[in-house]
């Protein structure tokens, strides 16, 4: 049997996880798909420092370093590339962004090329590819419900707790995708639509010029790992029925994914069960996102497949939630034949 060959579409630090996760799951035909819009830290520094003439790679990177294989975290040269690359400097500027643009240039934008570069140089081989969804600067705007318009991701964080509502996103400047993000997705036997900012960092990257026909003609089966918490002007009070709607919207497909997979308790459960947690996201007009069996059975009309799990860990510190690797790799076990 031909091993799958999956895609990944994301970035932050949901689409690490689940790359993590899938390597976790004995996965390694990975190839993931990233923005390259980003416009706030570290990224937007240094966009703005090169005049808007660059891509962000942060989302790009990030996931890069999320396909290198446990075992070769354990190497010290691995370990001193990676504590290298997380350096900011004193204006802002990231070392391992810098490293990354330095590479691109050397190779004339083959990011493959930069990919194979590194494996060389830290003497390993990772789990998959690491692909920008357009190699061509542009940036993100967004209109809300209010009637503004802004422009630059920056901005959706900066909006993130408001109340203002986003309506509807769109690139400043059309752009194309790259020729191995469109391949993938059309080879593609599986493709996972990575929790995170939904707008930021998964639904922009549908706006690129091909994609969409892509996703259309694609046979891939399409799996949503939805949020565990909401962004105020994004996802607030959002229902497995908001998540069918938006992803139909921007896909221009019906239905948007397969299987959507979320967690196995109820926003109130997990208000009970963790308070301290709970307190603390509502002092950010945040809240989890969590259904009861009969919100998550409006899914099966569109023949889409719910699929719920123990997802979340709490950190120790602040009682943050994030997705559990482990848990996504059993997960992906079972939805993924090997």
Known sequence: MTSPRIVTIGGGTGAPIVIQALI????????AIS??????????????????????????LRNLLALVPPKALLLPRVQAFIDMSDFTDGRFRNLGYQIYYALLEKYHDNFLSVQKHLEKLLDIHLAGRAIPVTMEPTHISFSTFTGAEYHGEHELDRQSMSANIIRDIWL??????????LAAITQATHIIFCPGSIYGSVLVNFLPAGIIPAIKSSKAVKILISNLITNRNQTHEFTPLDYYRLFKKYTRTDPPFDIFVSPGLTRSEFETRYPRSAA???????HFLGWDPDQLAILSKFGIRSVTGQLLSITSKLYRVRHDPRVLSSIFKKLIPA
């Open 24 to 31: 976790g799951a004995g996965f390694r035909n990975i190839s």
């Open 35 to 60: 923005t390259s819009t980003d416009s706030g830290g570290r990224s937007g520094q240094m966009r703005t420092d090169e005049r808007d003439r660059i891509i962000s790679v942060g989302d790009l």
């Open 172 to 181: 400043e400047r059309r752009v194309r995708a790259t020729p191995e993000a």
């Open 280 to 286: 603390n996201y509502a002092t950010e007009h945040s």
